[in-house]
């Protein structure tokens, strides 16, 4: 299993370029993530899906949009950057525990790190 | 908002200490997991303990919760060098089928040979 895959690594971006983030799990799971990681800030839920088909905005939800047409794939876009918008980006997938009603981990991805100039 | 918030942001110690970092939440929660982040890297689930659990362990981490303190503790024992790295506590305190977490800002540990 590839895990969590984010395309891609690194980006360089001028300011009111698009772009699309592509994260995919082969894992098969319900829930998947966009956060940021900003210094000293942690990380921060930018937009979730509980499902294909469904999207949720998380707490810094403005200047992004998501797609979720495929299980396996969670996409993020901006469609014009900010270098407000410069940071790591990390994918996450979890799934419920069968039977359970109770959340596991998630699993990350190795990050895309964006700049926009 | 961040929910958990770790202490100390930054930790050193020598290699073979004991490594303590606390996290402490403002509202009713689920569960509450600890992941590692090593520079340049995805987060890496540690453990996990649900709000009826006190403590957990797994291999040399010990995990503690005070649901009436809103606190929790991640005790890394005999510490090595590559335990160096940053480590985050997130809160499960989601209703229904909206899982999500809440990540605090992290502590930094750096153990040295």
């Known amino acids: 299993n590839a895990g969590v895959t984010q395309t891609p690594k690194f980006r360089v971006l001028k300011t009111g370029q698009s772009m699309t983030l592509l994260c995919a799990q082969d894992?098969?799971?319900?829930?998947m993530y966009w956060y940021r990681q900003d210094p000293g800030m942690g990380l921060r839920l930018i937009h979730y899906s509980v499902g294909e088909g469904t999207t949720a905005k998380g707490e810094v939800p403005d200047g992004y949009n998501v797609s979720r047409l495929k299980k396996q794939n969670f996409l993020l876009g901006l469609e014009s950057a900010a270098p407000s918008q410069t940071s790591v980006y990390f994918c996450?997938?979890?799934?419920?525990?069968?039977?359970?009603?109770?959340?596991?981990?998630?699993?990350f991805g190795p990050g895309t790190r964006l700049t926009v100039l | 908002s961040q929910q958990g918030e770790e202490d100390p942001q930054a930790l050193s110690i020598q290699e073979g200490e004991n490594a303590t970092m606390n996290c402490s939440y403002k509202?009713?929660?689920?569960?509450l997991q600890w992941y590692r982040q090593n520079s340049g890297r995805g987060l890496v689930h540690l453990i996990l303990?649900?709000?009826?659990?006190r403590e957990k362990h797994s291999g040399r981490l010990r995990v503690t919760l005070d649901t009436s303190k809103k606190s929790s503790s991640l005790l890394i024992t005999a510490s090595r060098a590559a335990d160096t790295a940053s480590y985050f506590c997130a809160t499960d305190n989601s209703r229904g089928s909206n899982y999500k977490l809440t990540f605090g800002k992290g502590t930094l540990l750096t153990v040295n040979p």
């Open positions: 303990i649900r709000s009826n659990e």
């Open positions: 509202t009713s929660i689920n569960n």
């Open positions: 894992m098969n799971h319900e829930y």
């Open positions: 996450a997938s979890s799934k419920q525990v069968p039977g359970t009603g109770f959340y596991n981990e998630q699993f």
